[in-house]
């Protein structure tokens, strides 16, 4: 029952986990996209291209450099206002042709997409494991082992295979905790398809 229970919260914070890494991935794209499309647009996007590659950066510093907590990187991205300076250089652009009227169409959607998923990001990390059925999962477990300490034999095989179990239910929890929360701890969302997207916006 243990092992179930384990498993099964182990399954669901990956399942987040990888929710997040996709997340990732798609803003990378989306950036990747953006700059292209800006590309087509002509010469006079150039300054824009510029800043679609800062607001990327400051993104990527924003959630994987000089925070020491999730709270306060959501804290930063919610206050981060580069998405609305792109909005407002976008309404600024006067197209000439029926192309370039299509590409600022699409360049506007991708970049309330890039808002929403700004917002969905902040939103989704508000949920984790919630406390309670963490003490009680603990409670749960702490009880189980001190009634298996109670009752066995006091020799080293048991108390090396005590230890090994406790290790391998710790090692769970951790694993649980961890993955709940991907923008903060050793195991992290990583950072290199948002850094590989900077890539590309440098040439």
Request: glycine share 4%.
């Amino acid at each position: 029952m243990s092992a179930l229970v384990l498993g099964l919260l182990v399954s669901s914070a990956k399942t987040s986990f990888d929710v997040a890494s996709s997340s990732v991935a798609q803003v990378g794209a989306k950036f990747i996209e953006l700059n292209e499309l800006l590309v087509d647009y002509g010469p006079e996007a150039k300054p824009l291209r510029s800043q679609v590659k800062t607001l990327l950066a400051q993104r990527i510093d924003t959630i994987w450099h000089g925070h020491s907590n999730a709270l306060s990187v959501l804290l930063t991205l919610e206050r981060s206002s580069g998405s609305n300076a792109l909005s407002e250089s976008l309404r600024e652009f006067t197209p000439k042709t029926e192309e370039q009227k299509a590409i600022l169409s699409q360049l506007r959607q991708i970049n309330a997409e890039l808002r929403n998923d700004r917002l969905l990001l902040i939103e989704e990390q508000q949920a984790g494991l919630p406390p309670i059925l963490l003490w009680i999962l603990v409670f749960w477990l702490t009880l189980l082992f001190v009634s298996f300490g109670l009752f066995a034999p006091r020799n080293v095989t048991v108390i090396a295979a005590l230890m090994v179990c406790a290790l391998s239910v710790s090692s769970a929890l951790f694993l649980v905790l961890e993955m709940s929360h991907p923008l903060e701890g050793i195991i992290q969302v990583s950072s290199a398809p948002m850094r590989k997207a900077l890539e590309l916006l440098g040439t």
